[in-house]
């Protein structure tokens, strides 16, 4: 559950999750007042660090809708890479999709670079 810092207790603005499926290890979502402020993006990689660097994990990998062009942003930032389209069932149908990938290694050398 996502909330902001300045009323943690009382507003949930979105959700994050972490998955150990092939090809779809993060998901989010995001209510509409709040897109566009950065805030999945920070809390992205948040949850890209925990997955490597706490759970040790070799490699993350997320599955997008080609047309959500914001999501694709935030996989941009945060150092990752198209290996694999597809076609997926979402909510509103099946859907082109773009599943990308970064490694542990990839990870900490794009936050070196980041930083």
Known sequence: MLQLK??????????????????????????????????MTEAATAVTDFWFNTLGQPEMRVAKAVA??????????????IVAREERNYVSGRLPTEVWSITAEE????????K
Do not use: V
């Open 107 to 114: 990870w900490r050398r794009h936050n070196s670079r980041a």
């Open 68 to 81: 959500n062009t914001a999501s694709r942003r935030i996989s941009e930032k945060n150092g990752m890479r």
């Open 6 to 39: 300045s009323s943690p207790a009382t507003e949930h603005i979105g959700c994050i999750s972490l998955m150990r499926r092939a090809n779809d290890n993060r998901g989010f979502w995001l209510g509409a007042p709040w897109q566009g402020q950065g805030l």
